[in-house]
């Protein structure tokens, strides 16, 4: 009997350390950083349901699309979020795996009590060019309008609104005010009746603002899915494979998103999981031909 008892002990020993070890190991935080935008459209909720279920937390930072790739890269953090793919022969993005997840926008944002409704890609070119400075040649009041614009030319969205408007990454913009984030640049356009700017729904759609139809299209579900909305994008989870004591977990966490558990998640913010409109991927050379196509008829139309 005092073996036996020996043994129990021993087991329930064994078995309490075996416990224990694996509940330490689940309580090792994964720490993500990158876009707002990302953060907004699905990170947050997915993060919050997969430490339900796996007992693994998440420790989440901004700072942007290029962080959520570089800081990947140089493994200050185990995963990251970009709205923007990597830059081609660019050292610090190299060998970053980049997933997409979800499909988002970039909708024209304003004042909510701007009678202007609707924009051309036509009259959104003129604007970030300089060329149109007044409320009222958008059918808006007399008054000046103040253009704010994210920092640099590799945000997420100021990339992204170059590289599909203009084809040119190193397009310079005119605007009135600069932002490091979209986050500041969303919140000002809530309180400035003359401000207009571009982020993605996905952070756009929970702010207190007007989103402005394209060329007679809004930016709903909808036709985001089916690209009726000409200016959408994919949003990643970015990652290094190679010597990386987390891949596991961060392939676990992936495969999550991924699955139909993570893209209910994903729809109940209102944003288009990435496997919902794959057929996305094959339309965006003529999202791009039609971008440049309809540029050429509102010019057409003005000489």
Same mark, same amino acid.
């Given at each position: 009997?005092?073996?036996?008892?020996? %043994?129990?002990?021993?087991?329930?020993?064994?078995?309490?350390?075996?416990?224990?070890?694996?509940?330490?190991?689940?309580?090792?935080?994964?720490?993500?950083?990158?876009?707002?935008?990302?953060?907004?459209?699905?990170?947050?909720?997915?993060?919050?349901?997969?430490?339900?279920?796996?007992?693994?937390?998440?420790?989440?930072?901004?700072?942007?699309?290029?962080?959520?790739?570089?800081?990947?890269?140089?493994?200050?953090?185990?995963?990251?979020?970009?709205?923007?793919?990597?830059?081609?022969?660019?050292?610090?993005?190299?060998?970053?795996? %980049?997933?997409?997840?979800?499909?988002?926008?970039?909708?024209?944002?304003?004042? *909510?009590?701007?009678?202007?409704?609707?924009?051309?890609?036509?009259?959104?070119?003129?604007?970030?060019?300089?060329?149109?400075?007044?409320? *009222?040649?958008?059918?808006?009041?007399?008054?000046?309008?103040?253009?704010?614009?994210?920092?640099?030319?590799?945000?997420?969205?100021?990339?992204?609104?170059?590289?599909?408007?203009?084809?040119?990454?190193?397009?310079?913009?005119?605007?009135?005010?600069?932002?490091?984030?979209?986050?500041?640049?969303?919140?000002?356009?809530?309180?400035?009746?003359?401000?207009?700017?571009?982020?993605?729904?996905?952070?756009?759609?929970?702010?207190?603002?007007?989103?402005?139809?394209?060329?007679?299209?809004?930016?709903?579900?909808?036709?985001?899915?089916?690209?009726?909305?000409?200016?959408?994008?994919?949003?990643?989870?970015?990652?290094?494979?190679?010597?990386?004591?987390?891949?596991?977990?961060?392939?676990?966490?992936?495969?999550?998103?991924?699955?139909?558990?993570?893209?209910?998640?994903?729809?109940?913010?209102?944003?288009?999981?990435?496997?919902?409109?794959?057929?996305?991927?094959?339309?965006?050379?003529?999202?791009?031909?039609?971008?440049?196509?309809?540029?050429? *008829?509102?010019?057409?139309?003005?000489?």
């Amino acid at each position: 009997m005092k073996n036996f008892l020996l %043994m129990v002990l021993g087991l329930t020993f064994s078995v309490s350390a075996v416990f224990a070890a694996d509940s330490e190991e689940k309580q090792e935080a994964l720490h993500w950083a990158g876009c707002g935008i990302t953060k907004k459209a699905f990170m947050k909720e997915l993060a919050a349901e997969y430490e339900k279920i796996y007992g693994v937390p998440f420790v989440l930072e901004g700072g942007g699309a290029t962080k959520g790739i570089r800081r990947v890269k140089d493994r200050s953090v185990d995963l990251g979020g970009s709205c923007r793919p990597k830059l081609p022969g660019v050292a610090e993005e190299r060998y970053v795996h %980049m997933t997409p997840v979800a499909w988002d926008a970039l909708v024209v944002m304003v004042h *909510k009590d701007n009678p202007v409704s609707d924009i051309s890609l036509r009259q959104v070119k003129d604007l970030y060019e300089g060329k149109i400075t007044n409320w *009222k040649e958008l059918g808006g009041y007399d008054a000046p309008i103040e253009l704010l614009v994210r920092k640099g030319k590799i945000s997420g969205v100021g990339y992204t609104l170059r590289q599909l408007i203009w084809g040119n990454p190193d397009q310079e913009f005119k605007g009135s005010k600069e932002y490091p984030s979209s986050g500041p640049l969303e919140k000002a356009i809530e309180t400035n009746p003359n401000a207009i700017g571009i982020s993605g729904i996905s952070s756009a759609s929970k702010r207190n603002v007007k989103l402005l139809a394209l060329e007679g299209k809004t930016p709903s579900l909808e036709n985001i899915q089916s690209g009726n909305y000409l200016l959408y994008r994919p949003l990643y989870i970015t990652y290094m494979a190679r010597n990386n004591p987390r891949l596991k977990e961060i392939k676990r966490f992936i495969a999550f998103a991924l699955s139909k558990q993570g893209r209910k998640i994903i729809r109940a913010q209102g944003v288009v999981p990435y496997l919902d409109a794959i057929g996305l991927t094959s339309k965006q050379k003529e999202q791009r031909r039609k971008v440049r196509e309809l540029q050429e *008829k509102h010019l057409s139309s003005k000489e």
